[in-house]
């Protein structure tokens, strides 16, 4: 398989994962509208919504790194486009490792 092909099918795949993980997002950013911060940080620290909001950030920065190197691709000219997907896949990395760093802090109590 090419690696279009391959970049395509990833997109759609993301994409298809994301409709039920956001769909658990909106869910529970409703529930938790209105919410003090003591009972914020116990929803965000058990382990099912921990897991879940760590894979809809995973997914979702991992989507958006796919789309942003198309647009990249296609209206950027280089070496400026190589420059931005670069960046864009490090600012995604550190999305990754801020969010369990998150939640793994509020656990703790911070």
Known sequence: MSGAVRHWLNQRISSLILIPLVGWLLWATTRLAGADYATSVDFVT??????MIFLVAI???YHAQLGLQVIY????PEPWATYLKSLTRIACIVGWLAVPAAILRLAAGA
Do not use: L
């Open 73 to 76: 691709e296609d209206y950027v």
């Open 59 to 61: 997914i979702a920065f």
């Open 46 to 51: 058990r382990p099912f919504n921990a897991v």
